[in-house]
Antibody, heavy 123, light 112 residues
């Protein structure tokens, strides 16, 4: 049973960089796609982007200029960096795994999620 | 971006009754080459991450009770919960993965 766990600071000052890491246990990092999703308080989720061990990375265009993602398969981790944050970036940030069907894995839907980490942007 | 609009925003249902949640996409999420609808449904309970219920619009994820079913095609989709149980009280989201950025609906809260 795969488990995902987000880690990082819960408070970031405006204009600074938000940095989060997701640690994956109980599953292979090379088979699946790995995704970051955020959810502002009281709102629906927002897809940030996905990465894959082949270094195929796709971002949400609305965040593309500020986002960096990386993957460290030997240590079973992948990371998110979001630059120049504002109060609008306050949200619960989730890491998630792309689902598979039969022998194919996709970046389409998300079958395993971390518990989420609330990141507040405030001075 | 493809906009996903759910209705209603909230739904009061008695235990044992049926709940029906609608999701409409701003353009078709049916991929003609494989005849698949690129749509998923999730359930989210307070303080928890979303849980995958259905993908390809109607394929139930492993372990999801068969009282949950998805239907629809093109731009109009429905999640049906038959014989509502107390543990089904949650917010439900649809998500399209036809075109990036993947987008979610605003959510439908199911309550008694």
């Amino acid at each position: 049973q795969v488990q995902l766990q987000e880690s990082g600071p819960g408070l970031v000052e405006p204009s600074e960089t938000l940095s989060l890491t997701c640690t994956v246990s109980g599953g292979s990092m090379t088979t699946h796609y790995w995704t970051w999703i955020r959810q502002p308080p009281g709102k629906g989720p927002e897809w940030i982007g996905y990465t894959h061990y082949s270094e195929n990375i796709i971002f949400n265009p609305s965040l593309k200029s500020r986002v960096t993602m990386s993957i460290d398969t030997p240590n079973s981790q992948f990371s998110l960096r979001l630059r120049s944050v504002t109060a609008a970036d306050t949200a619960v940030y989730y890491c998630a795994r792309g689902g598979c069907e039969s022998s194919s894995c996709y970046h389409y839907w998300f079958d395993s999620w971390g518990q989420g980490i609330l990141v507040t942007v405030s001075s | 971006d493809i906009v996903m609009t759910q209705s209603p925003d909230s739904l009061a249902v008695s235990l044992g009754e049926r709940a029906t949640i609608n999701c409409k996409s701003s353009r078709s999420v049916l991929y003609s080459s494989n005849d698949k609808n690129y749509l998923a449904w999730y359930q989210q309970k307070p303080g928890q991450p979303p849980k995958l219920l259905i993908y390809w619009a109607s394929t139930r994820e492993s372990g999801v009770p068969d009282r949950f079913s998805g239907s629809g095609s093109g731009t109009d989709f429905t999640l049906t919960i038959n014989s509502l149980q107390a543990e089904d009280l949650a917010v439900y989201y649809c998500q399209q993965y036809y075109g990036t950025p993947w987008t979610f609906g605003q959510g439908t809260k199911v309550e008694i």
